[in-house]
Nanobody
Framework: VQLQASGGGLVQAGGSLRLSCAASGFTFDRYPIAWFRQAPGKEREAVGCISSSSALLYYEDSVKGRFTISRDDGKNTVYLQMNSLKPEDTAVYYC?????????WGQGTRVTVSA
């Protein structure tokens, strides 16, 4: 199982970024994919999750209405569209899935939001 997050960068407050998580090594369309983030000096926290059928979505309260998760099973990719970014969204963002009780993480992509 491999997950590769990309799309991070430096953006001004109020701006947008779209992160991608490209997956391989498992039957992608059968698994939910989650996004987490870890800000400097803080614990990793869940941002949101999309189910295998895209029928179920979860968003952490602070990103509701600003972030949108979607998936393209044909490309084995999950996206995190981030709008109205705030400095407090600054973090390393990771994608995650689990199989047979084992957690798998991408390498992370850094998002920096300047005030």
């Amino acid at each position: 199982v491999q997950l590769q997050a990309s799309g991070g960068g430096l953006v001004q407050a109020g701006g947008s970024l779209r992160l991608s998580c490209a997956a391989s090594g498992f039957t992608f369309d059968r698994y939910p994919i989650a996004w987490f983030r870890q800000a400097p000096g803080k614990e990793r926290e869940a941002v949101g999750c999309i189910s295998s059928s895209s029928a179920l979505l979860y968003y952490e309260d602070s990103v509701k209405g600003r972030f949108t998760i979607s998936r393209d099973d044909g490309k084995n990719t999950v996206y995190l569209q981030m709008n109205s970014l705030k400095p407090e969204d600054t973090a390393v963002y990771y994608c995650n899935t689990a199989e047979m009780g084992t957690q798998y993480w991408g390498q992370g992509t850094r998002v920096t939001v300047s005030a």
